[in-house]
């Protein structure tokens, strides 16, 4: 399993050769040209193209730079390693989920999902028994979770990778163990389906975009370009997705589907209490229409039925509500703060400074806050 200690170690090493004095030219043209990105407004196709861009020329300029004399085509390309990851961290809030349009996908995406966990079932996808291994999907489920805790390209893929690793093995094991017949894509691509519903990544749309928009090119090949496309090949058979796509009768499909959302209504409405049915389940009287309005504006409280209850209080029925409850708040939130980027963005322009063009390479990028 891949990690981020090899990335971190490259990342240091390049930072600290762009603090040395000899650096200057090297970090003038970073800095430059992450501050023009300040001056357009967000068109990811547009974006990436110009990033690719400046990977080729800063790998031109960095294989020529005193710096890095004698080095080899490794040493070289740890740099760029370390340059995307700076670059890309900085650009991080310009160019992740960047339009209207991916925030309603993301937005769509993970409320199908959400919807398909209700019911979808291993053979709804014509997954074998063998292949039906409950520790391994949680594995993968963990791995594809992680996406959204990195800015980086590169990290971002590694959980995409480590993600399919973890189904690949558990094909290889039913092959060798179980003299299951290994049939590719037909094995494989089912078994990613079931495990990205399960795992029902935040933004997954967004992310999956931004490493195939904004990893460098020739780090796309081999197997992390085949594991990717099956990742992206999941995404839109799910986004897609109805009764036909599956083994599963149209009228159970489109009834489990109603139910399901009659369930999210229900849970929606469950989840924003009366202010009557909070005091009453404490043995208060109903103070009036007067003091509920008084309450309602002074009490974020009273949106969260939780709120007032100790651990003691819970019950075994209550995670299913509060799992529920908490994937709808994360969504809502993610989109809701991505729109007003996008009004912030679209009303003001920032006004950089020479000055700040010139800052040197002294803070390291943090994982993102969205979980």
Known sequence: MEGSS???????DFLDRMRNPASLDLVRSIKSFIVSFSFYAANPENDGKKVQEFYTTMEDAIRDHPLWAGATDQEVDCAMEGLEKYV?????????????????????????????????KP???????VLRNEASWLLAEKELQKINAFKAPREKL?????????????????SMSENHVL?????????????????????LHSNLK???????????VSEAAYYLTNLVSAKTFIFE?????????????????QAARTTNKETEKEATPTLEERTTSQGQTDPGPSARSHDKETSGASNYPYMDKEAGDLTIGDVERLLSVYKQVVTK????CTAVKHLSLSRTEPHVTNLEARNVFLTQPEKTATQ
């Open 158 to 174: 590694l959980c995409v990778m480590n993600c399919c690793k973890v189904i690949n093995n558990l094909l290889l094991n039913a």
């Open 123 to 129: 053979e709804h996808l014509d997954i074998p028994t």
């Open 210 to 220: 931004f490493i195939q928009l904004y990893r460098r090119q020739t780090k796309l």
């Open 6 to 12: 090899s990335s971190s170690a490259i990342f240091y």
């Open 333 to 336: 939130y993610t989109g809701l």
């Open 241 to 257: 997705l109805n009764a036909k796509s599956l083994s599963i009768d149209e009228i159970e499909f489109e009834e489990s589907m």
């Open 88 to 120: 890309m961290t900085k650009l991080f809030s310009r160019t992740f989920s960047s339009t209207p349009e991916d925030v309603k996908i993301d937005l769509e995406t993970s409320q199908k999902i959400h919807l398909l966990q209700t019911f979808l």
């Open 183 to 203: 049939a590719g894509a037909d094995d494989f691509l089912p078994v990613l389906i079931y495990v990205m519903i399960k795992a029902n990544p935040p933004q």
